[in-house]
């Protein structure tokens, strides 16, 4: 079947560095997503990876790794507006995603 | 544009009561999903239509139906609300219904059931 995890809660400093890490089990892989869902509000797309490597977009960068059925996020230089949930997701046979709980990153000051 | 609009913003409804909750979107996607989140859950998803016309169950569909009589618009339905039907409901939408198609989401409908 079908499995994702995430760690539930991360904690950081406005600055910083983050990484955040999704491990994933599916039958088949066709790719992994993450959003980012700030508190009360809808989740927005942030990337989407199916080639292993890092791929890098602003201060956001992801990492997969299909051997290792891994995957991160990373975030640079944190700002205050970076606190919010990261939600992993994979899609299955029939190209329906299947979420994580998603893990609730909070910054310091 | 307006993306992808749901309403209403939020309900309180009695148990055994039925709803509609309204889901539009204007970017003519052809794809389109209701995702149920509930706290320490990932969201779920419930329905889904890859075109108009057509429906499929997701993950979690008793309790639920939908229709897609046209492309903009995908209606979901309680016919007789439980208490485990409280969540936030986000309606979602893609291009297409492939594995890399981005979805864009509703701002969600937050339901209490009582």
């Known amino acids: 079947g079908q499995n994702i995890d995430q760690p539930t809660e991360m904690t950081a400093t406005e600055g910083a560095i983050v990484q955040i890490n999704c491990t994933y089990q599916?039958?088949?892989?066709?790719?992994l997503f993450w959003y980012q869902q700030h508190a009360g509000e809808a989740p927005t797309f942030l990337s989407y990876?199916?080639l292993d490597g890092l791929e890098e977009k602003g201060r956001f960068s992801s990492f997969l790794s299909r051997s290792k059925g891994y995957s991160y996020l990373l975030l640079k230089e944190l700002q205050m507006k970076d606190s919010a949930s990261y939600l992993c997701a994979v899609p299955d046979s029939n190209y329906q995603l299947i979420w994580g709980a998603g893990t609730k990153l909070i910054i310091k000051p | 544009t307006a993306g992808i609009t749901q309403a209403p913003t939020s309900q309180i409804l009695a148990a055994g009561r039925s709803m509609t909750l309204r889901c539009t979107q204007d970017?003519?996607?052809?794809?389109m999903y209701w995702y149920r989140q509930d706290l320490g859950l990932g969201l779920r998803l419930i329905h889904y239509?890859?075109?108009?016309?057509?429906?499929g169950k997701g993950e979690v569909p008793d309790g639920y139906s939908v229709s897609r009589a046209n492309t903009d618009d995908f209606p979901l339905t309680l016919a007789s609300a439980v208490p485990s039907q409280t969540s936030v409901y986000f309606c979602?939408?893609?291009?297409?219904?492939?594995?890399?198609?981005?979805?864009?989401f509703g701002p969600g409908t937050r339901l209490t059931v009582l």
């Open positions: 970017m003519r996607h052809n794809a």
């Open positions: 979602a939408s893609s291009e297409g219904g492939g594995a890399a198609d981005t979805q864009y």
């Open positions: 239509s890859n075109t108009a016309g057509t429906t």
């Open positions: 599916t039958s088949g892989f066709n790719g």
């Open positions: 990876n199916v």
